[in-house]
């Protein structure tokens, strides 16, 4: 990636904080403690979430992030410069054509993308193919970044990513240098990886942060009915703490979130059912994943008008997430 791209967070030339006009260096000590490290991390917050974290008062941090605003330039746009950032947004190989075709041209920037299924339906593979594809340059279908891999189930596998990297032709040890991986403990700990990121992520170029799963800590730790509720809302924030970070960084974010199939629903969606997918008040794409014959899986996006309708097969191989044979 050229280091033009590379700027995507500081487009306007700005990147930290203390060159925002007003602020002492108290309260920017204060900000950058609590991950907000760049201009752009203050202008997509929620002015009460910042004071919360930070103990500034609420009309300072609404000032402070006006004061932000006007010196990044964010103001009405002509319908030309929309086009220009648009044409900024990433696109990611799946690894599948088919697939990559399902979403558009690829997983996109700046948005979350869900993968729910049931067991065995490719999560995992679709995340540790993902780290690895980022690290291709654009003219191979990837972003020139590196990967943050965030698991909380304990099914990482570095031999996986190893194979896939020599699958690519590209050098295992260094793909796996690239791969910043974690394990979250629970929800709490799967929240302040995130708040990390965004000082760790503009510093060492990552392109893709991977979440699987996304619900796992949410789901044992408010289990039933009667947390259902604690339980979106708290992922809810989770999740919008995420989208922040993909459009603030111009990164992609992908989820995955287990459902069970039940077979005694004949009509609509089985998948749906149970659990369902968890972004449907965040802005994303979601992407439902079935197990076919064999090594197949079958892709479907789920409520996305700009996407068309339709299914993509693809395969689970030994080299990774692949189109499947006829
Ligand atoms: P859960 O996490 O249990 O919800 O499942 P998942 O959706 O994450 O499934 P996962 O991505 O783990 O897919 C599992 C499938 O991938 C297996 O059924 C295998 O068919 C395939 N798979 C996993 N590892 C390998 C491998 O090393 N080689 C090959 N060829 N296939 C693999
Ligand atoms: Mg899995």
């Known amino acids: 990636m050229s280091r033009e791209k590379e700027k995507t967070i500081t487009e306007t030339g700005v990147s930290s904080i203390r060159e ?6 108290g309260m920017a000590e204060k900000l950058e403690a609590a991950g907000y490290v760049s201009p752009w991390t203050l202008v997509v917050a929620k002015p009460e979430e910042v004071s919360e974290k930070t103990g500034i008062p609420l009309v300072t941090v609404q000032k402070i992030i006006e004061n932000a605003r006007r010196l990044l330039g964010i103001r009405f746009k002509t319908a030309k410069e929309v086009k220009q950032e648009r044409m900024n947004i990433g696109k990611l190989t799946t690894g599948s054509k088919a697939l990559d075709e399902l979403l558009g041209g690829g997983i996109e920037t700046k ?13 995992t593979q679709i995340c540790h193919q993902l780290s690895v594809n980022v690290q291709l340059p654009p003219e191979r279908g990837g972003l020139s970044g590196r990967a943050v891999y965030i698991d909380t189930e304990g099914t990482f596998r570095w031999e996986r990513i190893e194979a896939m990297a020599r699958a690519l032709g590209l050098d295992p040890d260094v793909v796996m240098d690239n791969i910043y991986y974690i394990r979250a403990y629970n929800s709490d700990h799967q929240m302040s990886i995130v708040d990390e990121l965004f000082s760790l992520i503009p510093k060492n170029n990552a392109k893709l942060v991977a979440i699987d799963s996304v619900t796992s800590h949410f789901r044992a730790e408010y289990p039933g009915r009667e947390h259902l509720a604690e ?10 703490q995420l989208l922040r970070l993909a459009e603030a ?3 992609a974010v992908v989820v995955t979130n287990q459902v069970m199939a039940r077979p005694d629903v004949f009509y609509g969606d089985p998948t749906t059912a149970v659990g369902g997918h968890v972004l449907a008040h965040v802005p994303g794409v979601r992407v439902h994943l079935k197990k076919a014959r064999g090594n197949k899986r079958v892709a479907r ?6 996407l068309p309708e339709g299914e993509a097969v693809f395969a689970i191989t030994e080299e990774g997430i692949r189109d499947a044979e006829e």
């Open 301 to 306: 996006v789920v409520d996305a008008p700009h």
């Open 249 to 251: 960084y111009n990164i």
């Open 20 to 25: 925002i006009p007003g602020l002492n260096p």
């Open 231 to 240: 339980r979106q809302q708290k992922l809810n924030a989770h999740l919008h």
């Open 111 to 123: 948005t979350i993308t869900e993968f729910y299924g049931e067991y065995g339906s490719g999560k």
